[in-house]
Every structure is written in structure tokens, then in C-alpha cells.
């Protein structure tokens, strides 16, 4: 059967799921849970492809809310697809990973459709914690893309985009303890972690002017005390650092700690500086992959945006940029909303449950889809594909290198396995 043929029987096939996956998106829409609990949103997931009979590893990887399901020709190209589903605090999903999660699963059930007539294998990933926690490199550490030809997901927006526009990126948690002290009869008693945290975050704000056009960092205070009369004995903030790749996170990660360091020497405090088990690296876009998912996303009517003209440092940061050091991989975005409505806010995650949303769901399905069957049935693609990430495979092995290269004076994290800020401001 001809290639042009089974792209037409998958995009059918995602037609025929259309109420489903809608159903589906618009649940995890409305219960939205943070990364590493997404239990409803993962279960719901692994529900659907067990109802189309696929076999699914449950708490795969190490991980409760991870899943994995393989299928297809033995010996084929193997091309993972991924789904993501964790929300954020208090804006739930701002950045519409009920459309990433429901797009991945109807490409894959898609494909599991052709059944003997799949001219290579699929590995369905569900991978939750990429808002935080990095899910993508938990799981690649436990082996969940040896073996992969590629890797290909998609990302809400708020214009088609080939790629996303990311960056590298740390966390990074500060917690000062000073000594309590009444703060009006005796506050020549304590000792104030609360100006700890304020100094390092105006040192911070500071750095900031002199920093490249590609580096950011932003953060919140999550401690300040107890009362206003007592003079706080512990304060703690978490901060996000980003820089074009790891090699220029790593020198800015040094100069950050620096700032919290001095804010401790300067208040008389003491600071625990934890940062991140490992950090996010910046998208490895195989353009070969992403050129062939433009064709294919022209082919129902998607328009994609040139990439040119972004400015430097107008971006976000994602775990999918770990997974793109180790396998060809592709990171498209699919508008669901305005051009004026950005993501991570409310408003966007209004869009992400409308019309506009849910087409999204079904032309990022077919178009992953797609593009999974070009690279299986065109040898001559896929070797493409692979020249084109080999040509920096000495730059993403020494990325992978200084994942967990620890800063010094700092302590270990037992749960900050990672950083997130995912999305392109755009």
C-alpha cells in the first residue's frame, strides 16, 4: 500500500476517535494537576489505549504518572511519540497540555490501526512533570528512548510554528535561617532571613543589566515569615535561570549563587543553596523531521510562521530539549489561540478548551502521525534525519555531560529533580 494511502487511513482513523480525544482533552482540561500528580490525567490516558487494545506499562520508568506502550513491525524504525499532561499552579492549564496530551495519543492509536500494514514500531510515552520536575529526563535516564529513530511531540500556541523557539534552563531554592527576635522590644536579638532573601533578589535584579540578550532569570519568594512582629528566622525563594545552552547556564548558574551567598554574608545569616538534580537543555530541532511535519501540516491546511525574525531570548525552556540531545527529535506548535493571547495565563487557558483547542488536537494528531509514517516508509528520510544530528553529536554529548554538574558550595536536592517554565512568549 502506498505511503499517501496509509496517511490517509490515519487521518481517518483520527476522525473516526475525534469525540473521544475531544472528550478526553476536555477532561484533563478540567481537572488539571500539577507535575508528578497527575494521577486522573495519566489513568485517563491509560484507559484510552487500553480500550483500543494496545497493552500499557502503568508507572513506567520509576515514575507513578509515567506510561509506555510499544507496537509495530519488529525491526522497523521505532519513533516515539510523547504526551505531556501536568498543569500549573493556580492557572491549571495555561499551557494546554491536554492538547499535547490528546494530539500524542491520537497519533499513536492512529497508527496502531494499520495494524500488519505499520511499516515500522511506535513507543507511546505518557511523560508528566514538564512544568517542573523534568519527567522527560527521569525517564530517558531509566531508558525510555534506547532504541528510538526519533522523538516527536507537539505544543500549543498561539501561531504554527515549526519549532519552539527554547532555551536552557536551572532552578534553583535558596532558604536563609536567621534568629527570631521580638521585631519592637529586642530586634538588635534576631537575625533577619527575610533580608536575606531580599538582598539576593535585588543582587539579582541587578545582575540582571548585565547579562546576555539570551540569559533570564525570575523568580518568587516562598517563605517570608510568620508575623510581622517576629523577626522571621526563615525565609526561602526559588529562582529559574535560562541561558542559550548548558555551557552558558553553567557559568550563570555561578554568578546566581554567587548573589545568594553575599545576601548571607551581608544579613548574618545562613543559606542553604539547592539547586536542580539536573537542568533543562535547549531544543535540538532536526530540521529534516520538523520540514517533512510542515509539509504534512500544510498538506490540512496549517500555515507555519517563519522562525527568523524571533528576537534573541524570546523563549521558554522544556525537558523535550533533553530528549532532542539524544534522538532526532521535533518540537512543533500548533496555534489555539490569538496571536495576542500568550501563554501561561488564564486567558490562554480559556483557549486551550475551545474550538480553536480542540482543532488543534486533531491536526497536531494527524500530523504526528503523518510524519511518523514518512519516517518509517522514506529509508532515505530517516538517513537524513540521522546525518543531520550526528553533524553535532560531539555538542549534545557534551550537553548530556553537564547535566548534573554541581555548582559548588551548594547542597543536593532530594526532590528538585529539575526546572520547567515551558512556551514560547510569543
Sequence with gaps: MSLDAL???VAAAIDGMRAELLELSHAIHQEPELALQEFKSAAKLEDAVARHDIPVQRGAFGLETAYAAEFGKAGGPTIAILSEYDALPGIGHACGHNIIATSGLG????LSKLGARLPGRVRYLGTPAEERFGGKEIIAREGAFDGADAAMMIHPSNVDLVTMPCI???EVEATYHGRAAHASAMPYRGL???????????SIAQLRQHIR???????IITEGG???NIVPERAACRFYVRAADVHDLSALKKRVHACFEAAALSTGCTVEIRWGGTDYLDLKT???IADAFARNGAAIGREFASTKNIPPGFAGSTDMGNVSHRVPSIHPMLAVAPPGVIIHNAEFARWAASDKGDAAVIDGAKTLAMTALDLMSDHSLLATAKSDFDATADVSAAALARLTEKVPNSEPHAHLHGAGGC????
Excluded at 540578550?213 to 523568580?219: D, I, K, L, N, V
Design 7 to 9: 496517511k490517509k487511513d
Design 213 to 219: 540578550q539570551t540569559e533570564r532569570m525570575h523568580g
Design 423 to 426: 512556551g514560547c512568549a510569543s
Design 226 to 228: 510568620l508575623a510581622a
Design 107 to 110: 497519533a499513536a492509536m492512529a
Design 192 to 202: 533577619n532571613a527575610l533580608d536575606g532573601v531580599v538582598t539576593a533578589y535585588q
Design 168 to 170: 536552557a534552563i536551572a
Design 286 to 288: 532536526n530540521w529534516p
